[in-house]
């Protein structure tokens, strides 16, 4: 299985960032990116900020609830209603600005846009 945090690995960056989003109107996370979320939590080395980003707030509730009661040293996870709020704390979190994260969020968004224009 791939790793997560395959690219923070690779350059050796300790404080790792993981955002998952959950595109409006879609299901949240299925059981297979559930899996993905706590294996990556356990197998991890490094100290991880996983941000789960969906417009449901009873997602963001449930999500909420699992952290807390599934509370890892190494993992830090939290819910969010917008990307902008998960990247706002995901750089506080690595006390550096992460642009790269707006230029991946702006890539997917356009071929996401892509796909729907063909379907």
Known sequence: MVRLDTDAVARNIEKRVVILIAMPGAPGPDAHWRKRYAQHAFESHGQTFF??????????GVLTAIQWITRNEKTISSAFATFE??????????GTTLPQLRRLFEEAETQRKAARAVA
């Open 51 to 60: 941000a789960i980003v969906t417009d449901s707030a009873i997602q963001r």
């Open 85 to 94: 709020e998960a990247c706002a704390a995901a750089e506080s979190y690595r």
